[in-house]
């Protein structure tokens, strides 16, 4: 099967009976990026679909800007739209890479939402996903993080990979025999980043059988286990946790009956839900400090707490987390990602966490601990109390949980 073809049948797996009218391609000018617009290109074409090439200049070396004009040029000899997009954020400080992904991805994310674009395709390819593993083994990551990255699914995901399953050899034989011609990033041969040491350590783990086809079929078989431990961990939550909007009780008997993988799951997604973090926590981190509060301690971790407490443990946000977030009430801002309250009858009134001041003002519900309430949203004008979302409220005050933060519809969509 040629690559054309095998790149039809990825897009009609991703795309699984849709057909957008518009997708966008994330195009750097490097080799796999290239050839994933050409491809599209030609997919496009026979199936009335519109393509719209992106670049982003990080404004981190002086090139960029002449790339990102070989890239215009080349989506107009396809018949792409083309638009670059500029980021300014780079402070000097931290991860370099890490924080340039990050903004890549908002800045295209935040472009195809003003356009109506439904989706991204990215040219990560095999070689990539076997890059990634590495990287996580060395990390210690387990299951999910060896399970690398997804192809994705359209309607479900906004970035989709359909040549993930493809060499960095194949694409750029495929460029040559299209007569294009790519730009090599320097940065791709710079030895202090982890993923070019990680692509020079597969040349050398070739010998032993462990090349990139190799990893990739690890990453597909670590997908496999992913989904049944999620399914798993779905039919234990509904057994043992209770969500009562941010605040999460895990029965701890049930968690103590439950495997430590499971267990592990549980609390670590419960920590994404409440904090908002795209990153789990440390194994070590998170195995430890579920030790502690099933032993009676209570522990901090990822800018929440696990309380032990006579219904269970407890999951809540710990107050130096939101103890300085503020938020008006005007039924629009949400409050800590994850509260958004309208107070009409009261203009000035603002959403903050209750804090002693608050718990003063209010007879908190028995069962409760003190702790587990200093974090919990309160509506405020000034310092007088007005309501207490999913406790003691107003009828003129409406209050709303964001439905992306609750705990068992959260993990039902993984």
């Known amino acids: 099967m040629t690559l054309d073809a095998r790149f039809a049948a990825a897009m009609e797996r991703l795309l699984a009976g849709h057909r957008p009218e518009r997708l966008a391609v994330a195009v750097s000018g490097g080799g796999d990026s290239l050839a994933l617009l050409g491809l599209a290109c030609d ?8 393509i719209h090439a992106l670049t982003v200049d990080h404004g981190l070396r002086p090139e960029a800007g002449d790339e990102a004009l070989l890239v215009a040029r080349e989506a107009m000899r396809m018949g792409a739209q083309h638009d670059t997009l500029y980021w300014t954020g780079w402070d000097g400080k931290g991860n370099m890479q890490a924080a340039a992904r990050d903004a890549r991805y908002r800045l295209m994310r ?25 990287m996580r083994l060395a990390r210690g990551s387990g299951v999910d993080g060896l399970s690398a990255m997804p192809e994705g699914r359209f309607g479900r995901d906004d970035i989709l990979r359909p040549v993930l399953g493809e060499s ?13 011609r790519w730009i090599e990033d320097p940065t791709n041969d710079d030895p202090r980043f982890d993923r070019v040491r990680a692509r020079r350590l597969l040349t050398q783990l070739a010998p032993f059988g462990i090349d990139a086809s190799r990893l990739a079929d690890t990453a597909a078989s670590m997908a496999r286990a992913r989904v049944a431990l999620l399914a798993r961990a779905r039919d234990v939550a509904d057994r043992i946790v209770t969500d009562r909007q941010g605040l999460l ?3 701890r008997a049930g968690l103590e009956r439950t495997e430590e993988e499971t267990r592990l799951r549980l609390v670590s997604h419960g920590l994404a839900c409440l904090s908002g973090a795209p990153y789990k926590p440390r194994l070590a981190s998170l195995s430890a400090t579920l030790d502690r509060a099933l032993e009676g ?3 901090t971790l990822q800018g929440c707490r696990l ?5 269970g443990l407890i999951l809540v946000r710990e107050f130096k987390a939101v103890a300085d977030q503020t938020a008006p009430a005007d039924g629009q801002t949400l409050w800590d990602g ?20 608050g718990l003063a003002q209010w007879d908190r519900p028995t069962g409760l ?16 109390l007005l309501a207490v979302p999913g406790f003691w409220k107003d009828d003129a005050i409406r209050c709303e949980y964001a439905a992306s933060a609750g705990f068992h519809a959260a993990l039902k969509s993984h």
Do not use: K
């Open 307 to 311: 309380l032990p407490s006579r219904e």
């Open 110 to 134: 935040e472009f195809c939402t003003r356009e109506g674009i439904g989706a991204i395709l990215l040219g990560h390819t095999q070689d990539d996903q076997a890059e990634t593993v590495l």
């Open 338 to 357: 994850r509260w958004r309250v309208l107070a009409p009858a009261h203009p000035p009134a603002t959403i903050r966490a209750l804090g002693d001041h």
């Open 168 to 180: 960095r050899a194949d694409l750029r034989i495929w460029l040559t025999r299209q007569g294009m």
């Open 43 to 50: 997919w496009a074409e026979e199936n009335h679909c519109r």
């Open 249 to 251: 009780i895990y029965d």
């Open 369 to 384: 601990p003190h702790n587990a309430l200093l974090s919990w949203p309160g509506v405020w004008q000034g310092d007088l």
């Open 297 to 299: 301690q209570g522990g």
